[in-house]
């Protein structure tokens, strides 16, 4: 697997505000399917990796006994700080940190998540083998990804419409990281974990416009923000608009709503 663009934390730093406002509660609802499939018990110790703003954290926080929340961007370990503090949660703490070379002893928790995370680790492997070390034996571990494109219209019609006009932008294709379900099969029982099961989930999210959907983009969307960074203002205004454009055309000028089909993987360390 090649290594992602988006495995700089720099990127993850500058949507954190705009990920936390647009996105948590969208992905919360996945963070509650993760939580439900893993099926902990109330005393559970739990490490949340690539944890961004603390979307499973905070939720995973009502229900087990201790919440250890990692990720390398700091903005999002700033943010998942202020989170926690606003909520008066006295049980997780966040920790700036690899989750590629995890700084815990071996058999520290009972459960480790990734919610859209460890697909777009460098060396995805190395995570899920920190992850495997890190649980104790019958510990779960619980890893989302995205289903391909094809089945979100309009944000398949979104980055089809920016590769139109820049080829050489590294997103779009049908197809995604762990997007399949054997793929991620293969990937848990790669590094040791056993009784793997692979859930397909889906949520709604709405959009008053295209040009609301974009708006939201712009300020959330990693690849956007990857790309924008490599142009000038006045490309960025022009390729939005452009796509604003195409988007009408498609689907027209009121309300979207899509749907998101996701993956989970759950899987125990025997």
């Not at 049980?91 to 520290?108: C, H, N, S, W």
């Not at 104790?136 to 619980?142: K, L, N, S, T």
């Not at 000038?232 to 390729?239: G, K, P, T």
Request: aromatic share 8%; charged share 20%; with cysteine.
């Amino acid at each position: 697997m090649s290594v992602s663009p988006l495995s700089r934390p720099d990127v993850w730093n500058a949507v954190a505000t705009g990920y936390t406002a647009d996105l948590v509660p969208l992905f919360a609802a996945y963070a509650r399917d993760a939580l439900r499939l893993a099926a902990l018990p109330p005393g559970a110790r739990v490490l949340d990796v690539a944890a961004g703003p603390g979307t499973l954290a905070l939720l995973a926080a009502e229900h087990v006994s201790e919440v250890v929340a990692v990720d390398f961007a700091a903005e999002m370990i700033a943010t998942l700080r202020r989170r926690v503090a606003e909520a008066g949660v006295g049980t997780v703490t966040a920790i700036e940190a690899d989750g590629q070379a995890l700084p815990f002893d071996t058999g520290r928790f009972d459960g480790v998540f990734s919610m859209f995370g460890l697909i777009f680790f460098p060396d995805p492997a190395a995570g899920l083998r920190e992850a495997h070390r890190v649980l104790v034996p019958g510990g779960r571990i619980a890893v989302s990804s995205w289903a391909p494109l094809g089945g979100i219209p309009l944000l398949s019609a979104c980055f089809r419409a920016m590769k139109a006009h820049l080829p050489w932008l590294p997103f779009g294709d049908e197809t995604a990281p762990f997007g399949d379900p054997e793929s991620l099969i293969d990937a848990l029982q790669g590094v040791g974990f056993e009784d793997v099961a692979v859930h397909t989930v889906e949520h709604r999210a709405d959009a008053a416009s295209v040009a609301a959907f974009w708006e939201t983009n712009e300020r959330s969307s990693a690849p956007l923000v990857l790309l924008r960074q490599q142009l000038s203002a006045a490309e960025w205004e022009a390729l939005g608009a452009s796509v604003v454009d195409q988007l009408r055309r498609e689907f027209g000028e009121g309300e979207v709503a899509m749907a998101w089909p996701a993956r989970i993987a759950v899987g125990t360390k025997r």
